[in-house]
């Protein structure tokens, strides 16, 4: 393995170990109000790690260029995984989403699934040279996002569609191929906004934002500035937050950025995204060296699709953009995000062992 291997699964263990430590704090009270059991979320995440961990390293073993073969049949199931969470007695709806499929002993979110078998098999299709691709991955790509997008789920359908569209670019695209991509993505996001009021109401909330008067701001974007305004610089100290008593929403998934901020602050925060700034340069490092393009490709759509769901969930929770429901990566409470991103760290290690033989 690589130094930026070894680099990228110390950071990753990192991260995990953080998230645990971060859900400890910040779910107890959440668990005992809802679940009579204040431990609830930290147990559970942190068999996910575990089991996660010892997903990363036996994928870690398994050479990548396997995916290359499979990568039609697992985009063909996890699309099929996506249609089923529409139906009875197998998909569950919580909270009037359709975004999880119950198997009795576990609860599986198929459009995390779909991050890493739409990269694979894009991968494995644009390392191919071949003409006329552009329809056929714009309807792919369509067809994709849509089932995403109907759960209904637009922040993770737009982490597809970025990682599509720079697997894409990767590849050798022209230019002229990528703004239209990207006028067709911007075009689709804005008519979705419109036609769905919580949507349209987030947005009016974040162009309305004053931090002079908070008054007209949602309520959720209220308690995230207040946990931010309450860390300064050094944090009110692990523990010690006010908002994790039911006072943010979704304070163990996409706001759980906003409580360790209260606790540890401006200087904690910083090495918070410092980390994650770490460990996109080392897989964007591995992809650079791997030794062949559909391992560039590969490596380089997996850290892409890690690095734009930490920058949406920040971003989101910093109100540089309007509010969106993705979970930061490895952090958040979930045992689909985790396993997932812990085996998209297992392929880009072996893309890494491949480089470092390579370089042998």
């Known amino acids: 393995m690589s130094r930026s291997g070894i680099f990228l699964l110390l950071l990753s263990l990192t991260l995990s170990a953080i998230g645990v430590f971060v859900l400890f704090e910040s779910s107890t009270y959440t668990a005992l109000l809802s679940l009579s059991d204040k431990y609830y979320f930290v147990k559970n995440q942190a068999i996910w790690f575990v089991l996660g961990v010892i997903a990363c390293v036996l994928v870690s073993r398994i050479n990548y260029k396997v995916y290359y073969k499979i990568a039609l049949p697992v985009l063909l199931f996890s699309l099929a995984l996506l249609v089923a969470v529409f139906l009875p007695g197998i998909g569950l709806a919580l909270k009037g989403a359709h975004r999880w499929i119950n198997l009795g002993v576990v609860i599986v979110q198929p459009s995390e699934i779909l991050k890493i078998t739409l990269t694979i098999y894009l991968a494995a299709w644009l390392s191919v040279k071949e003409k006329a691709r552009f329809f056929a991955f714009l309807l792919l790509l369509s067809a994709s996002t849509l089932l995403v997008i109907l759960e209904p789920d637009m922040g993770t359908a737009i982490i597809i569609a970025a990682t ?9 695209a022209p230019i002229r191929d990528l703004l239209l991509i990207a006028g067709v993505i911007i ?8 036609l769905e009021p919580y949507r349209a109401a987030r947005l009016a909330s974040y162009q309305n934002f004053d931090v002079r008067d908070l008054s007209k701001t949602s309520y959720h974007v209220r308690q995230i500035l207040i946990a931010l305004g309450s860390g300064g610089l050094t944090g009110v100290g692990f523990g010690n937050s006010t908002q994790k008593y039911a006072y943010l929403p ?3 998934t996409d706001s759980i950025f906003a409580i ?13 995204i410092c980390l994650f700034a770490s460990l996109v340069f080392s897989g964007f490092t591995i992809a650079l060296a791997a030794p062949d393009l559909f391992g560039k490709l590969l490596a380089s759509g997996i850290i892409t699709f890690i690095g734009v769901q930490v920058f949406t969930n920040i971003a989101s929770q910093v109100v540089l953009i309007p509010l969106t429901g993705v979970p930061l990566p490895f952090i958040s409470y979930g045992g689909s995000s985790l396993i997932i991103n812990l085996v998209s760290i297992g392929i880009l290690l072996n893309i890494s062992r491949k480089e470092d033989r390579k370089s042998k």
């Open 164 to 172: 599509a569209t720079t697997v894409y670019f990767l590849s050798g």
């Open 260 to 272: 360790y901020a209260e606790e540890a602050g401006f200087f904690g925060t910083t090495i918070l």
């Open 187 to 194: 075009i689709g996001a804005f008519a979705l906004v419109k």
């Open 250 to 252: 979704e304070s163990t």
